[in-house]
Each structure stands twice: as structure tokens, then as C-alpha cells.
């Protein structure tokens, strides 16, 4: 019985260990849990134009502590790498985004649900006068749906929507 009773309790303690090991994510960053790993999308283009696909990829950073994400369109022809981070100071979700085309954003970010979240972004050297964006993922059916507006010269553009399916492919750059 003592040999039985010894037995169960190392098992208990080796499915614990396991299930401590699964690499964790702040507090903060939990919205973003069911994003991790490889997504792309294929926007909507006029008849004629030429098809465009993003592809990104989500992962857990720094212990935990932040979310890297990379993304490429066509293959490397644009692309971007952001930061997301927790900030004590601002007691909010902030990132940076980094792009090839020579500019970056900074901005923050707002839970609206355990799946759904907002990000409000200053564009710094963007070529096209776009100066702020604000753009609204949500996480259902295992794909999420990006709704992007640009305040363009002035004036917010309407509303573009993607949607990101899982995906095998890489992020390219060139």
C-alpha cells in the first residue's frame, strides 16, 4: 500500500511539473494568448491589381513580460516587427512598431474583452501623411478579424477589414 500510495504522489508531481512548465505570459498580456503563432490574410484588391498577403507571426518575449510580433506582405515588399509591453508607468498596454519603409509608430492599447482589443497609434515619417492609426482585432473561430482606419492628411479613412487564418507559411523579408 505504501509502495501504491508512493507512486500516485510522484505522478501527481510529475503532471504538475509539466503543467508548470508551459511557458506563461504576464497578466496583462493574456488577451493576446489565442494570437500566438503564424497567421495570414488576404486582402481584398480591385479586380486587376495585384493579390496581397500578410503574413505574421505572434510570440511570447522576455520571460513572458511582452509579445513579439513579425509580419511581412508579399513576401518581404513591406514588413514590420513590434514590441507589445505592459507599462506600470501608464498603467496600460503600450507597443513600437518598426517598419522597412523607414518609419515607426508608437501607441497603446485597450482590453474591450478576454479576446478583443484596440490600438491606438502616432505614426512618426510615415511617406504617405499617414499620422495615426486605430485598429480593432478580435480572436474567434480560431482566425481574428483586424478592422484598420488611418488618419490620412487630415481625414480618417474608412475602415479596411482583414481576416487572419492560421498558417504554415514564414515571415519574409528580403
Known amino acids: 500500500m505504501a ?8 505522478m501527481c508531481l510529475c503532471t504538475f511539473s509539466v503543467f508548470s512548465a508551459e511557458p ?12 500566438l503563432g503564424t497567421w495570414q490574410a488576404d486582402f481584398d484588391v480591385a479586380q486587376g491589381k495585384p493579390a ?3 503574413v505574421s507571426t ?5 520571460n513572458g513580460m511582452a509579445i513579439k510580433t513579425i509580419h511581412s506582405i508579399n ?6 516587427e513590434s514590441m507589445i509591453f505592459w507599462d506600470n508607468n501608464k ?11 523607414g518609419f515607426y509608430t508608437k501607441g497603446t492599447m485597450n482590453v474591450l474583452s ?21 485598429s480593432t482585432s ?10 484598420t482606419s488611418y488618419l490620412k492628411k487630415g481625414q480618417w479613412t474608412k475602415p479596411e477589414k482583414r481576416i487572419y487564418t492560421r498558417s504554415n507559411k514564414e515571415v519574409k523579408f528580403k
Open 24 to 35: 506563461q505570459l504576464s497578466e496583462h498580456l493574456q488577451v493576446f494568448k489565442p494570437y
Open 91 to 101: 498603467q496600460s498596454l503600450v507597443f513600437y512598431y518598426f517598419t522597412t519603409a
Open 52 to 54: 496581397v498577403q500578410d
Open 114 to 134: 478576454p479576446t478583443q482589443f484596440v490600438a491606438y497609434e502616432n505614426v512618426n515619417g510615415s511617406q504617405e501623411g499617414i499620422t495615426k492609426v486605430k
Open 138 to 147: 478580435e480572436y474567434k473561430d480560431n482566425s481574428f478579424i483586424v478592422s
Open 3 to 10: 509502495h501504491l500510495k508512493s507512486l500516485l504522489l510522484s
Open 75 to 80: 513576401e518581404g515588399e513591406y514588413g514590420g
Open 58 to 62: 505572434w510570440q511570447r518575449a522576455l
